[in-house]
């Protein structure tokens, strides 16, 4: 059998003899794109497909097919381990240092726990993996392709460091030089795979054996998940996973789960006893709740205490329509709050500091001080020095280190014990206090969202609200960020269950929202959850590829995009820069901050990608149809989108 290769020489010498070739004779023109049509419409066997650059099988002698056939490659034992951990789906951007575990996936392992999820660029696979984790409550599986996949992988590696959400990346190398292939394959390869992304996940291994590999693996998932969570790296020799398994076979190691931490016993009295006596405790929570439980338990310790509670948004800690959700007055409450209880705290020092925004830059406290500040949480248990996510260092007079959801049932009880009937007494005046602020604060925003209400383009209160309307008798989930869209869902909705809000990117990087906002409604879908997502427009331009990977995969979600045709961001930035400068902020702070001449067609795009799609909307009138429209299409399991032309903020 004559190969590809000499197949298509061949046909290029005939259609050259025949006046069928790159000659552009009119006369031969439409014979030209027929005989090209035909040529593609039969495209070659698998087995002509990968005899390109290879004999086919009959050419091998007896002692060649010895070396060349492999029956229980070392890449099927990998996925016995992949499978046993649970991880239902790999996302991916294939690539040759892993093609044999590819192969081992969809054949030997069924694409069955773990499915292959085709991805069109390694940052979108990781951060459909960092989505993922904060719904599934576990990880999935990223293969990244040598030294240019986890390149491109290492931003969205970073959030999901920075986000505390678990992933595990499997990195393609070839370690062994005297066995590389020339040319691609040492561009591909490297030393220390893993060193690029070193600074910013929790663990990672180099295995040199099948059994190491099914060690490391296990205990990378064991690390990924154990409070404070975040990603790991395994890399996967090419060798090992194309070479035979040989015997003895190596044995699947058991998962043994960490229990997640919890805060010292006497500390906790010691918190309980402040927090029961304070005349004005506040609570701040940041990423603390990961489960229904944890949402309950935040519950019971504010009304044990009667403590008003600012949820920070690094997840969705308390219900938004709880009358001790107080988020919208966080800068007065801790100014005037005796002792401040922080959980999971991201920036404990901003909290109760501020930096002006100056040239000369001066910080100011802004709590009380003689504030009692509390800290309970994992951030202080694996920080790295490079990357300094960190934040500022805050002094407090007790620090208590555990995981903070784990914690709060023993937290709350020892409350209970420390707070006296006349303590508890005056509790109840000040929860009537508290629900007057919540109800005042509540009507304060629903008039402030009827501000520019009838306004093009139309205004992000008024884009939500809209969204509202039709969501709310659903079961649904908001699977992107709403600090670009003046967190009017916190403001205004409903939020009473943990996975309708889930934060974040952690890190701010660009590009997450698309990506992660897929992750997470592909884990909402075996739920039946509406995925929701309000897309920032620049933020999709990064990703837009992952559109087609939730149209293939027919991932339900609805994604609206905040279309403010700017890095709103970046252009607010500049007009600080040239106010302070006395240059004037208008006319030129667009420069390199605005998407026009011409504007992105959103719409256009996505439909190229096979996503419905709708718009550009300008008028708010023509958005709760397009909505309704766009429902219809996600509840058939599907992907929609619309473009919505709107206000900056």
């Known amino acids: 059998m004559a190969n590809r290769r000499e197949f298509l020489k061949g046909i290029a010498t005939v259609g050259a003899a025949s006046g069928l070739g790159v000659a552009s004779n009119p006369a031969t023109s439409d014979a030209s794109t027929q005989a090209g049509q035909e040529l593609s419409a039969v495209p070659p066997s698998s087995r002509e497909a990968a005899m390109e650059g290879e004999r086919p099988d009959d050419d091998y002698s007896e002692t060649e097919a010895e070396h060349y056939f492999v029956d229980h490659p070392g890449s099927d034992f990998m996925v016995d381990v992949v499978k046993s951990l649970g991880i239902d789906y790999l996302a991916s951007n294939p690539g040759s240092s892993f093609r044999g575990f590819h192969e081992s996936i969809v054949n030997y392992g069924g694409n069955a726990k773990p499915e292959f999820l085709t991805c069109l660029h390694e940052e979108s696979s990781v951060a459909m993996g960092h989505g993922y984790a904060k719904i599934a409550g576990k990880p999935l599986a990223v293969a990244c392709h040598g030294t240019v996949g986890l390149q491109h992988a290492a931003m969205a590696i970073y959030n999901a460091w920075c986000d505390r959400a678990p992933v595990v990346v499997l990195a393609g190398n070839h370690l062994d030089a005297t066995e590389r292939r020339a040319g691609v394959e040492w561009a591909h390869s490297v030393q220390d795979a893993a060193k690029l992304v070193r600074d910013f996940t929790k663990w990672d291994d180099t295995p040199m054996s099948l059994a190491h590999f099914g060690e490391s693996l296990v205990r990378a998932y064991k690390i990924a998940m154990t409070p404070p969570m975040g990603p790991v790296v395994i890399v996967m020799d090419g060798h090992l996973q194309e070479q035979e398994i040989g015997s003895p076979a190596p044995v699947v190691p058991d998962l043994s789960p960490t229990v997640p931490p919890q805060g010292d016993s006497g500390a906790l009295r010691e918190a309980a006893e402040l927090l029961a006596n304070a005349e004005r405790p506040v609570i701040l929570a940041d990423r603390t709740v990961r489960t229904a439980e944890g949402m309950a338990r935040l519950v019971a310790l504010a009304e044990a205490l009667q403590a008003p509670v600012v949820d920070r948004a690094g997840r969705l800690n308390f219900p938004t329509n709880h009358y001790l959700n107080h988020s919208g007055r966080a800068r007065g409450l801790v100014s005037n709050a005796d002792v401040i209880l922080g959980l999971e705290l ?189 897309q920032a427009d620049g933020d999709l331009m990064y990703a837009p590829g992952v559109l087609w990977t939730a149209a293939h995969h027919h991932i339900p979600l609805l994604s609206l995009v905040h279309n403010n045709r700017a890095y709103h961001q970046e252009l607010m930035h500049l007009q600080k820069m040239a106010s302070r400068r006395r240059r004037g902020a208008d006319g030129r702070a667009k420069i390199g901050n605005v998407f026009e001449e011409p504007f992105i067609e959103f719409t256009e795009m996505a439909r190229g990608l096979g996503v419905w799609s709708e718009g550009p909307i300008h008028d708010p009138n023509e958005l709760a149809p397009a909505i309704a429209r766009a429902i219809d299409v996600v509840e058939q399991g599907e992907p929609a989108l619309l473009d919505v032309v709107s206000q900056p903020r």
């Open 346 to 534: 991201y920036d404990f020092w901003g909290n109760v500091n501020r930096m002006s925004d100056l040239v000369h830059r001066e910080a100011t406290r802004t709590a009380r001080a003689d504030a009692k500040l509390i800290s309970l949480g994992v951030n202080d248990l694996f920080i790295k020095s490079n990357y300094q996510s960190f934040q500022r260092y805050q002094p407090v007079d007790l620090s208590i280190a555990g995981d903070a959801e784990a914690t709060l049932p023993a937290l709350t009880e020892e409350v209970k014990r420390a707070m006296s009937p006349e303590r508890r007494a005056g509790t109840a005046e000040r929860e009537a206090t508290l629900r007057r602020a919540h109800d005042e604060m509540r009507e304060r925003a629903k008039v402030e969202a009827t501000y520019a209400w009838n306004a093009s383009p139309i205004s992000t209160a008024r884009m939500c609200m809209e969204l509202w309307q039709q969501i709310r008798v659903r079961d649904w989930s908001m699977v992107s960020r709403t600090s670009q869209v003046s967190s009017w869902p916190q403001r205004l909705w409903n939020m009473d269950r943990h996975y309708q809000f889930i934060g974040g990117s952690g890190g701010y990087g660009v590009g997450y929202g698309a990506p992660g906002a897929v992750g997470a409604a592909l884990a909402n879908q075996e739920h039946g959850r509406l995925s929701v997502a309000i």
